[in-house]
């Protein structure tokens, strides 16, 4: 009976292991609870050994990989690699963070970074013997031309649920992308957002996502260090 018991344990636990190599989350890293989005793209490539990711943590912890960094050890880490930087950076932030937290990240790359790849949840699981591939959404990371319209912006009101509005005007979250579409013909397709107060990163994430969801790009204010 021992035996038999040892025996199905064995096997149960091959079975698990197999399971999470087949739904293995991205390269070894900081582990944080991604916002999800519903129009993010696979970014397989963020699961490379040598991709570049940044990880912002809920209680404002900053991560070079494995590595914790201060915003200015970031961008010095960034400077000694000038000349072999990839061309992609991954942004692997925690839903619950505010935004104040992920700016000190992107003080540290803008420099050397005009956009950065926000990884999101992965929404779909992953059928037995595939991968399923990280997504995420590209925003510009570079201060919006003098006059660019039309904003986003996102002002802290009730906690998790920041007030909306586009140029000043508040709009609903379910209105955003039509909004947005009638604002944007015959423009460039970039949207700047506005953020103020401790607005979390959640919400960021999705006004990113609503906008990529008509073909715009959001650009974060790039702060100094």
């Known amino acids: 009976m021992k035996t038999k018991l040892f025996v199905c344990l064995a096997v149960s636990l091959v079975v ?5 190599a087949q ?9 944080v609870q991604m916002a999800p989005a519903a129009n993010a793209d696979p970014m397989p490539d963020a699961d490379d050994p040598n991709a570049w990711i940044v990880t912002i943590t809920a209680d404002g912890g ?17 400077k000694a690699r000038s000349r072999k930087l990839p061309k992609k950076l991954y942004l692997k932030a925690d ?33 037995p013997g595939s991968t399923v591939p990280p997504r995420g959404i590209e925003v510009l990371i570079t201060a919006p031309a003098a006059g660019l319209k039309p904003s986003v912006e996102l002002q802290a009101a009730a906690p998790g ?15 955003l992308p039509r909004t947005l579409e009638n604002l944007l013909q015959d423009r460039d397709k970039v949207v700047p957002l ?18 990529h969801l008509v073909g715009a790009r959001v650009i974060l204010p790039a702060p100094t260090l």
């Open 23 to 31: 739904n293995s989350p991205l390269q070894r890293g900081i582990s």
């Open 194 to 211: 506005e953020i103020t107060g401790a607005v979390p990163f959640a919400q960021v994430v999705h006004v990113a996502d609503l906008c």
């Open 16 to 20: 698990v292991l197999y399971s999470a």
């Open 62 to 78: 900053l991560y070079l990989g494995t590595t914790p960094v201060t915003s200015e050890e970031l961008y010095y880490k960034m």
């Open 95 to 127: 839903a619950r963070a505010p935004y104040s937290s992920v700016e000190r990240a992107i003080a540290g790359v803008h420099a050397f970074f005009g956009s950065v790849i926000v990884l999101s949840l992965q929404a779909e699981p992953a059928t």
């Open 161 to 175: 649920n920041p007030a909306l509005t586009v140029n000043h005007e508040p709009v609903t979250w379910d209105a």
